[in-house]
């Protein structure tokens, strides 16, 4: 089966090695796949329905609205993708690209609108580890956030994120694929519909060690 991932703004939004989780990713698909990873940002050319997942992760508030007016002008395209249930992860900040606004240090910044949620400056930073219950694992998703902005309106996704049919948005770092191996096993199957073999041995020690904390 042939995987083709797109690592959306991978040199503006790459905070705290975020492309562990494509890393992460592309190891767990290509013992019984291939995987290609293409790598996108501002002024690429971008068919949205060349791929199968599209993943954007962390930046600076600074390189977050750099990336959002280029893709911005992609608004009809994903909403179309997101309805046909293609996945999208979008981990730290990107995800408040999908809101309606964002408000940044006296700015008020357009954002895509493809959700009704919209972020806000939270005037000092949130930092620290964070174990949160998730609707598609049966142990509790663990990570980082370290953000400077909170994400309000019809939040349903590890406690201040977000997700709709195969999008999900949220706060937290880590890399939240290479911490979590069941959340990654989830995301294996989303994309080949079918439960496959993957060593994830050292994740889930390393998991089990994290929990046991």
Known sequence: MKIHIAHLYYDLLNLYG??????ALKNALEKNNDVYIHFLTIDDDFNINDYDFIYIGMGTEENMHIALKDFIKYKD?????????????ATGNSFEMFGKFINYKDKHIKALSIFNYYTEDTNKRVVGE????C??????????????????????FL??????????????IGPI???????????????????EKIDLKLEEEAYNRKERE
């Open 159 to 172: 406690e201040n994120g977000y997700t709709y049919k195969n999008f999900y948005g949220t706060y937290i």
């Open 177 to 195: 694929l290479v911490r979590n191996p069941e959340l990654l096993r989830y995301f294996v199957y989303k994309l080949t519909n079918k439960h």
């Open 135 to 156: 609707p598609f694992t049966s142990k509790p998703i663990i990570g980082f956030e370290n953000r400077g902005s909170t994400t309000k309106g019809n939040l349903n």
């Open 18 to 23: 975020e492309n562990g989780n494509i890393k």
């Open 130 to 133: 964070k174990k949160l219950n």
């Open 77 to 89: 395209d994903l909403k179309k993708y997101i309805e046909d249930d293609k996945i999208i992860l």
